[in-house]
């Protein structure tokens, strides 16, 4: 395995799996953008606009993962790559115009994302 650092933020921020479904447009984009730049899931309720704390954003189309039927994991749900990998540079564009700072992983690409959580708190955050 590759052991090149893609995307690395070392200061408390936002690791952001990022999931895009068939639905997914210009709207949803730019909201999700400002919810992740705006949402006060920081210490002190604060957030990544408040703070300049960084994002990193990670391509996850596991996420919209279906194991509602049988033990294989169904991925109808989620965008297909040429439409997912418009949308997420199209979140990490937004972000980057409203001011945020941003690192991301590499689209498509087998990777390890390492993460220390500052306590155990995960958002599921949706459009």
Same mark, same amino acid.
């Given at each position: 395995?590759?052991?090149?650092? !893609?995307? &690395?933020?070392? =200061? @408390?921020?936002? #690791? /952001? #799996?990022?999931?895009?479904? %068939?639905?997914?447009? %210009?709207?949803?984009?730019?909201?999700?953008?400002?919810?992740? %730049?705006?949402?006060?899931?920081?210490?002190?309720?604060?957030?990544?606009?408040?703070?300049? $704390? @960084?994002?990193?954003? !990670?391509?996850?189309?596991? #996420?919209?993962?279906?194991?509602?039927?049988?033990?294989? @994991?169904?991925?109808?749900?989620? $965008?297909?790559?040429?439409?997912?990998?418009?949308?997420?540079?199209? /979140? !990490?564009? =937004?972000?980057?115009?409203?001011?945020?700072?941003?690192?991301?992983? =590499?689209?498509?690409?087998?990777?390890?994302?390492?993460?220390? &959580?500052?306590? @155990?708190?995960? #958002?599921?955050? =949706?459009?």
């Amino acid at each position: 395995m590759d052991e090149t650092v !893609v995307g &690395n933020i070392d =200061e @408390p921020g936002l #690791l /952001v #799996l990022l999931g895009v479904t %068939h639905s997914d447009g %210009h709207e949803q984009i730019t909201t999700m953008a400002r919810k992740l %730049h705006e949402i006060r899931a920081l210490r002190d309720e604060q957030s990544c606009a408040t703070t300049g $704390a @960084p994002l990193l954003v !990670v391509s996850q189309f596991t #996420l919209y993962g279906d194991t509602r039927k049988g033990r294989r @994991p169904s991925w109808s749900r989620a $965008a297909g790559p040429d439409q997912a990998e418009d949308a997420v540079e199209a /979140v !990490v564009t =937004e972000l980057r115009r409203r001011g945020a700072r941003v690192e991301t992983g =590499e689209f498509g690409a087998a990777m390890a994302v390492e993460s220390t &959580n500052d306590g @155990p708190f995960t #958002l599921l955050v =949706e459009t």
